[in-house]
């Protein structure tokens, strides 16, 4: 099981879908440091998100504040040049924030609780 990670900071970049000759799609998103970081050196990083998460970023836009959780992955390819090493940063889900952090997904509705119609009526309660 891959460990899961986070990173949160400012949109630079949203790619557009791309399709490969498999069938195989990918989108690439590009974050930098968050707003209050105080590094004089940027430190973009880019995520890539694969299949059906490529529609998580359909409604992401630069300059808007964002949590991207994702996995690291790694694969080895042995070509005419010698033996290469990729690694991608897979983003597995993206969460648009408000400028204190907090999330603009909106909050679920508490579940009713699920009583049985022959619970009883108030007046059974033994206090």
């Given at each position: 099981?891959?460990?899961?990670?986070?990173?949160?900071?400012?949109?630079?970049?949203?790619?557009?879908?791309?399709?490969?000759?498999?069938?195989?799609?990918?989108?690439?998103?590009?974050?930098?440091?968050?707003?209050?970081?105080?590094?004089?050196?940027?430190?973009?990083?880019?995520?890539?998100?694969?299949?059906?998460?490529?529609?998580?970023?359909?409604?992401?836009?630069?300059?808007?504040r964002?949590?991207?959780?994702?996995a690291?992955?790694?694969?080895?390819?042995?070509?005419?040049?010698?033996?290469?090493?990729?690694?991608?940063?897979?983003?597995?889900?993206?969460?648009?924030?408000?400028?204190?952090?907090?999330?603009?997904e909106?909050?679920?509705?508490?579940?009713?609780?699920?009583?049985?119609?022959?619970?009883?009526?108030?007046?059974?309660?033994?206090?």
């Amino acid at each position: 099981m891959a460990q899961i990670y986070e990173y949160t900071g400012v949109v630079e970049e949203v790619g557009a879908v791309q399709t490969f000759g498999s069938g195989f799609t990918k989108r690439d998103c590009i974050i930098g440091n968050d707003v209050d970081s105080t590094s004089k050196y940027p430190n973009p990083v880019k995520f890539t998100f694969k299949k059906d998460n490529c529609s998580l970023l359909d409604g992401v836009a630069k300059g808007q504040r964002a949590k991207v959780r994702f996995a690291i992955d790694g694969r080895r390819w042995d070509g005419p040049k010698g033996t290469q090493y990729f690694v991608d940063l897979t983003a597995l889900k993206i969460e648009v924030l408000n400028a204190d952090g907090s999330s603009t997904e909106p909050v679920p509705a508490p579940a009713e609780p699920d009583f049985p119609a022959d619970a009883g009526d108030v007046d059974d309660m033994p206090f």
